[in-house]
């Protein structure tokens, strides 16, 4: 199993602001994962991170929007940019093992 | 084009009933099932899995019902609880996606 801690777990920001949400995970992992859940929404994938490489971005979401670090194994962190509330959701970050993917608590993010 | 649907959106079950939530997939490469549950504040977890190998799988009170040919797969939560009173989620992956693919969310509200 693996254990996930993201930061913060809540903000409420201004818009045109920008967001920087961190992940810790307890093992070392070659690909994490960014999703975004909209109120009473499902988990949409907003890109695949990869250590060494850059991010890969699903339709409908860019780099410039969502920028996108891994320095390492074990933390990645998004960036949620130039905030509008449409930004406002939960964003969560996973990890994929044999058989199972692990969430973070999620960050929940109210833009104003 | 939406690859897994899910039903019903919310489901409202007596404490003792039980609760049987639906998923169909479109892709026949697909080759894992999971099924997660999520509380308000937290991430998803998995509560249960399954591979097109078999056609059911038992976990306690937990049930995936799995037809290949139908490509349908269902959870039912036999003796509902209270505490089960959860959003779940299933999901989908396999073949050339690297990735999970969620449905949109079953609310699950069991009554005492």
């Known amino acids: 199993s693996a254990v996930i801690s993201q930061k913060p777990s809540r903000d409420i920001c201004q818009r045109g602001t920008s967001l920087t949400i961190q992940c810790q995970v307890d093992s070392q992992v070659t690909m994490m994962f960014w999703y975004r859940q909209q109120p009473g929404q499902s988990l949409t994938l907003i890109a695949t991170?990869?250590?060494?490489?850059?991010?890969?971005?699903e339709s409908g979401f860019v780099i410039d929007k969502f920028p996108i670090s891994r320095p390492n194994l074990t933390f990645s962190t998004l960036t949620v940019s130039n905030m509008s509330p449409e930004d406002s959701s939960i964003y969560l970050c996973?990890?994929?093992?044999?058989?199972?993917?692990?969430f973070g608590p999620g960050t929940r993010l109210t833009v104003l | 084009q939406q690859q897994v649907k899910q039903s019903p959106q919310s489901l409202i079950v007596q404490k003792g009933g039980i609760s049987i939530i639906n998923c169909a997939y479109e892709n026949t490469a697909f080759d894992y099932f999971p099924w997660y549950q999520q509380f308000p504040g937290k991430g998803p977890a998995l509560l249960i899995a399954i591979r097109p190998d078999v056609s059911e799988k038992k976990e306690g009170r937990f049930t995936i019902s799995f037809n290949k040919s139908a490509k349908q797969f269902s959870l039912h939560i036999m003796d509902s609880q209270p505490g089960d009173s959860a959003t779940y989620f299933c999901a989908v992956t396999g073949g050339s996606q690297g990735n999970l693919i969620f449905g949109k969310g079953t609310k699950l509200s069991v009554k005492p």
């Open positions: 991170a990869n250590q060494g490489s850059e991010a890969t971005y």
């Open positions: 996973s990890v994929e093992s044999p058989g199972e993917a692990f």
